[in-house]
Nanobody
């Protein structure tokens, strides 16, 4: 199995910054595309950003220019640098990774438990 653990969430004032981290562990053979999603209260989970194992990135329009996704393949870590945060960015942020295991060559998607980001004055 793959375990994803997010960290770095918290309370920040509007205009502030946070950096989320996600570390993967388990019998991982290879990690493919990784991404960040978020879910605000009363809303469906939405895609925020993805990064391929080649480093190609994509962002939702709502965060483009403010958020930066990155990853360190050797350490199996992924990051989301968030700047100019606004109250509408308040949500639980989830890390997602598509990976194969040594025991299972089929790529499967895995989720972390989430980290709360609250933007409020």
């Amino acid at each position: 199995q793959v375990q994803l653990v997010e960290s770095g969430g918290g309370l920040v004032q509007p205009g502030g910054s946070l950096r989320l981290s996600c570390v993967a562990s388990g019998s991982i053979f290879r990690i493919y595309t990784t991404g960040w999603y978020r879910q605000a209260p009363g809303k469906q989970r939405e895609w925020v950003a993805t990064i391929s194992n080649e480093g190609n990135t994509n962002y939702a329009d709502s965060v483009k220019g403010r958020f930066t996704i990155s990853r360190h393949n050797a350490n199996k870590k992924m990051y989301l640098q968030m700047k100019s945060l606004q109250p509408e960015d308040t949500a639980v942020y989830y890390c997602n990774a598509k990976a194969t295991l040594y025991s299972d060559p089929m790529p499967r998607g895995y989720w972390g438990q989430g980290t709360q980001v609250t933007v409020s004055s």
